[in-house]
């Protein structure tokens, strides 16, 4: 009735803790205190012969001759004969096992007292093998084993065990020992759950405190293993029929290595870490029994099903083609499943899906003509807006002739048509953009692949020649709203490194000194006014923080150049000192020409000027203010409001005043808001004025 235990004292069930109750010497009182009665001592029982012996019991069989049948016969061994303790627990197997009364269940037929084997009880004698024996057999390549015990002959053999211990735990009873060696197959297809020596009720107390637990180490719940638990439960039951489905599928008698040394595989099972679920070579691991497994194998014990019902009910889910609660990754898979049970579903879907396959053809060919149609006209588009753009590129890229840079009307009428070429540009590129939404999702991948993003890089290319940093931050993230733009940085390499480089807020400048020097040396003055000393080849590029630069070379060249983020910008050196050297600044700044200082490019908003004599250069302070170099005192001189002009010629009458030195207005007046004031009419209008005139600067009154 019993088969032999494993080789290994991994594979072998761990007693229970015996409980020092005394040595048995009189059976008659034993019969009195278990409630044994006279007449049972199992001396009727002939020819025993031994079947097996375990841990603690020996198992023989015998003939009954009174029901003229054989039985198995169960004793204790003989160390174990007169232990008070191990016969309690001997006897409560016994009990356990009568009381469950399942067809999964060996029937229990007598329980008594023999004077000379001591207490013993009998069984249905079953022939047939373990399913341990039979998972070995398998993976030797027995071909009896394998023929005999197909996948769904196996998966029968685990329910049936599942039927058992389900019965067990709805008389709350705990079997605690649960593993291929305890589930034996019957020559006829019985299924018998084997082994109730570890038995317990639900809420048996611990005997000697936490962690006296029993069991067989490869099989025992992690919790148990690792002290979480100081008891069993139905979830360890749970996890010991996981890894008995584990064997199954695997053809290993053991989720772990039973060769490890003993600490390291109990570790292992501590930690939940077993080996892989692989299928032996040539056969098929059905997905949704692999994820029956694992849920019952959890380590988490809140992961794994909560009764032996739930396991069931998920294995029949499995046979019956129905969604398993372990495995139900999306709909297609319900539906799967309904097909399998309702074959004449799978036949209204074809031809719902033929139906519905005409109508996609359809509108996907209505689609196309709507896309092509679209393509075309943003082409056209397309083409318009370039020639925006590359008339503010041609615009930008003019070098003023010597009269413009003396006629600041001019210069700032240029950078206005800049500003409007770069508006129209951006106009339209942005109406191609909004006109996409219409495209289909084919067409929008089409488009955001060809067009996107040579679209999204010269709208940024125009803001960053527009020259300011907000407005170009504001822009970029107009561009992100379209869901094609990150698809149009992935698919174009110098887009995406644009916009890093405005994110990251840098820019790069290229200086040239037109063959006049193989590099550059002197001092860089950043805009957090830090001074650096540099070494420039000519022609090299840099990358710097956005911001206000000031170039002092050692040959006595000074120039002053701006870093907007994302910006390429090309710096050429003057070939002498005595040039006015180049300024890059935005295109939303004024010209001032003063009659000692000629003509000067300010930032209304951050404009402050000190008067000085004679020639000089500009820098550019940490605060973006352009100054002058002082030699006369620190006047502060600013643009004055249109009170501030009223209050100094209603002071001085009508005779022309020459404002605190300097040269009297011929025209209209730019005052500190960007307005201009015109003094014969008294207006204020915010248009550059159309004749050429000197723009005035008042000193302010404390």
Known sequence: MMSTPDNSDLGATIPAASVDAGIVSDFQELRREFHIYPGEDGCKYQNLKLLGMGGMGVVFSGDDPTLERQVAVKILREPYRNDRGQIAKFINEARITARIDHPNIVAVHQLGVNEHHGVYFSMRRISGETLQNAIRRMSEGDVEALRHYTPGRLLDIFIAGCNGVAAAHEKKILHCDLKPANIMIGAFGEVLVLDWGLAREFDAPVADGKNNISGTPAYMAPELVCGEVDRPDELTDVYAMGTILYSILTWRISPFDMSLPKEMLLERVASGRYLPLRTPKGQRLPRELAAICRKAMARDRSERYATITELHADLHNFRDSRPVKAYSPNTFYRFFKLCLRHPAIPIAVIVAGFTLLAYSMTQRLIEYTNDRSFLNASQINQQVADEYFYRSIRQLQHTPQPDELSDPVRLALRERNFLLQVQLAMREYFSILDSASVLSPAGLREFAGMHAAHIFKRILILQIQA????????????????????????????????????????????????????????????????????????????????????????????????????????????????????????????????????????????????????????????????????????????????????????????????????????????????????????????????????????????
């Open 467 to 702: 020259g300011d940093p907000e407005k170009l931050h504001e822009v970029l993230e107009r561009c992100r709203r379209w869901e094609f733009f990150e698809y149009a940085c992935e698919k174009d390499a110098v887009l995406a490194a644009l916009v890093r480089d405005i994110e990251a807020g840098m820019g790069y400048i290229t200086v040239n000194s037109g063959g006049n020097l193989s590099e550059l040396r002197g001092k860089l003055i950043v805009p957090d006014g830090k001074i650096y000393d540099v070494v420039w080849p000519d022609g090299s590029k840099l990358r710097l923080a956005a911001g206000n630069y000031q170039l002092l070379a050692d040959n006595g060249i000074r120039a002053f150049f701006r870093i907007v983020p994302g910006c390429n910008e090309s710096l050429m050196l003057p070939e002498s000192p005595d040039e006015p050297s180049a300024v890059i600044v935005p295109a939303d700044h004024f010209f001032i020409e003063l009659s000692d200082a000629g003509t000067i490019r300010c930032k209304l908003d951050a404009f402050m000027i000190k008067p000085y004599s004679g020639p000089g250069l500009f820098s550019i302070d940490e605060a973006g203010e352009i100054l002058t170099r002082v030699n006369d005192g620190d006047a502060v001189w600013h643009l004055p409001t249109a009170a501030e002009l009223q209050k100094a010629w209603r002071k001085n009458g009508s005779e022309p005043v020459s404002f605190y030195g300097l040269p009297v207005v011929s025209g209209a007046v730019l005052l500190y808001n960007g307005e201009f004031y015109h003094p014969l009419t008294g207006e204020i209008t915010d248009d550059v004025p159309g004749k050429r005139g000197l723009l005035y600067l008042i000193r302010s009154v404390e």
